[in-house]
């Protein structure tokens, strides 16, 4: 531990400084640019090289752990015993620049992190016996709970070590050091050239199949952390590359997830719209749900009236609240919730709610005592961006599902004008959660967008869980895989095509990674290839997968095209960031009724005449 401690001392900057030394006793090495007693690439021999040693023993001496720092190790010690030290000096440059540059790759990355600080809050409000005070955030500890610093804490444990797909290709890497000391044994046995086994050695350091894939994982992280998308570890981008599926949830997600009351309606005589009102408020008061909040803030905003203070509150996952306000017990929330305390809901409100829920409202029930007083319809209002991006994933050749716990009116009505053909409503959380393990039975992977308490279980048994982390509980945020910052759901496609394209660009480094390797391992055996040309060639592949996968911090999706063809008409849509193009080729057909002429029973057909109209929409 003490040697691990020792080793970590200075940080990035100690990295650098040693690489820029041990860079500059290289290229004095090579061209001989000042006399001295000893060859200058000992410097960085000593410098980059004995660290990697180091690595090596204690990877071997804890945990029996045969990688590439074994064999680089040993391709160092072999160099300096047969005098090739500039040999020696350039792999371990080469190595320790490789580690450097993941390390920048991974900085990079993450520092989506330090703009997310700003956010965190400064101040506090504390409201004691009835007077509000603004206090420093730290007297308080708000900070230590808020969703941001939850958020900031999720994306600081991210590591690219946790995906599957590292994993592989550390055994692959434990294989070819196995290999190569097989091979520069047998060709130093065969062919009597120390000097072609210590190339083997040089060549066959897995370095460029050490860095294929992290450094791709990271640089996709660091791609989505500017698009407002905090990754807790990359194993979450491998599996959401595979995902056929994607399920949301309704309210906060496809819509601003802050609804409006649009209409109040009380079935009580005795109960006025204006009392149902604040009766409902005030048991919602201390609701997680979107619908509950929303209901609190918009009648204090109305009448400008102090909410009664509940007691009893108590909050029905899937159905609703309950709480005693003014000596009454109510409850609020979906006709479920009524149902389960017997409480029937007349004909002519049932109607009346119907009509709210035809036009895409959501309706909360609301009982008195035990007795049906009335409902409440919200309204809540679709983000611009969501028809736009629902149609960018059906082009991803991903399906949408909607997952929602609203009326089936209510949700066939949001699902129709968003282009959603999967629609599951009245949705309890324990539903949504059979709903996805009923597409992960059937060997489909699913990914779940959702932002409440409610979601989090659903958010934790997809493959792929993303919290909107605005207007999202903490409890979602702490189950997703994937935390949406600023709640922009246009950017999914963006995140969805990144993950496929970080796939495509692990598997073209580890290709090329293995194609070098094997041609550098054939030259070095036949003797065509020395130690420093050897290292040369080493460095270039790692030198090129590091390149291709920095590509990946800056790649944004291109606009994609698909064709939909429909009754008497064929559809082109182009979807791009900036929004989507839509080409419509209509074909109308009119044809002439058969007529027989008299006298012959031959009959026939008068031309047929087709019309095109061609209409083009932009939304």
């Known amino acids: 531990e003490k040697l691990e401690y020792f080793l970590e001392l200075g940080g990035t900057k100690k990295d650098i400084t040693l690489l820029v030394i041990s860079g500059i006793a290289l290229i004095v090495s090579i061209f001989d640019l000042v006399p001295l007693p000893f060859d200058a690439s000992w410097a960085a021999i000593i410098l980059c090289g004995i660290p990697i040693i180091l690595e090596a023993v204690i ?40 580690g450097l540059l993941e390390e920048l790759t991974v900085a990079r990355a993450r520092a989506g992190i330090e703009k997310l600080v700003h956010l965190t809050p400064q101040t506090a409000r504390v409201i004691t016996g009835g007077k509000e005070t603004a206090v420093p955030a730290e007297a308080v500890k708000v900070g230590e709970d808020s969703s941001i610093q939850r958020m900031i804490r999720l994306v600081q444990s991210a590591d690219a070590g946790k995906a599957k797909i590292v994993g592989l290709a550390d055994r692959w890497t434990t294989w070819i050091v196995v290999i190569a000391l097989t091979a520069a044994a047998l060709t130093w046995i065969f062919s009597g050239e120390i000097i072609r086994a210590v190339t083997i050695l040089v060549v066959f350091c897995p370095c460029a199949l050490v860095l294929a894939t992290p450094t791709a994982i990271m640089a996709a992280i660091g791609n989505a952390t500017k698009h407002g998308f905090l990754v807790r570890e990359g194993d979450a981008l491998e599996r959401l590359a595979a995902v056929k599926k994607i399920t949301f949830d309704k309210t906060g997600t496809l819509t601003y997830g802050t609804p409006r009351v649009v209409l109040v309606h009380s079935a009580l005589p005795s109960l006025s719209d204006h009392e149902l009102y604040r009766l409902c408020a005030a048991a919602e008061r201390y609701s997680e749900h979107p619908l509950g909040k929303a209901i609190t803030h918009c009648c204090q905003q109305e009448t400008g009236e102090a909410l009664e203070e509940g007691e009893n509150f108590q909050m029905v996952p899937g159905r609703g609240v309950s709480a005693r306000v003014d000596e009454k017990v109510i409850l609020a929330g979906n006709a479920e919730l009524l149902a389960e305390h017997h409480i029937a809901i007349p004909e002519e409100a049932a109607k009346a709610a119907d009509t709210q829920l035809s036009q895409g409202c959501t309706v909360t029930y609301t009982a008195v005592d035990g007795v049906f007083a009335g409902f409440l319809a919200l309204s809540d209002t679709i983000r611009e961006e969501s028809a736009n991006m629902i149609d960018r994933l059906s082009a991803l050749q991903v399906q949408p599902v909607l997952l929602t716990g609203d009326h089936q009116n209510a949700a066939a009505a949001i699902a129709a004008q968003l282009h959603i053909g999967e629609v599951h409503a009245n949705c309890l959380p324990e539903d949504k959660l059979s709903h996805i393990r009923a597409y992960q039975a059937v060997g489909e992977k699913v990914c779940m967008i959702g932002d409440g308490v409610n979601d989090a279980p659903a958010l934790k048994a997809a493959d792929v869980g993303i ?6 509980s903490d409890i979602a945020v702490d189950a997703a895989d994937i935390a949406l910052v600023d709640d922009e759901v246009k950017e999914l496609p963006h995140l969805i095509a990144l993950s496929k394209r970080m796939m495509r660009t692990i598997k073209l480094n580890i290709t ?9 391992i054939v030259l070095a055996i036949t003797g065509t290839l020395n130690p420093v040309v050897g290292a040369l060639v080493h460095n270039a592949g790692s030198v090129l997968v590091i390149t291709n996968s920095a590509l ?10 698909e064709f939909r063809v429909r009754r008497r008409e064929i559809c082109l849509i182009v979807n791009s960031d900036e929004g989507a193009l839509e080409f419509t080729l209509c074909a109308e057909r009119v044809s002439q009724p058969r007529r027989e002429r008299q006298g012959t029973k031959r009959s026939e057909s008068f031309s047929k005449r087709v019309d095109c109209k061609i209409a083009i929409h932009s939304f």
């Open 59 to 98: 990877g071997l001496a804890t945990a029996f752990d045969i990688k590439a720092d074994v064999l680089v190790s040993l391709a160092l010690i072999a160099s300096v015993c047969i005098g090739e030290d500039f040999a020696a000096g350039e792999v371990a440059f080469i190595m320790q620049l490789g």
């Open 467 to 472: 919290a909107m982390g605005g207007v999202g």
């Open 512 to 520: 090329f990674s293995l194609t070098l390797n094997f041609i550098a």
């Open 552 to 561: 990946l911090l800056k790649w944004r999706q291109t606009a994609l095209a």
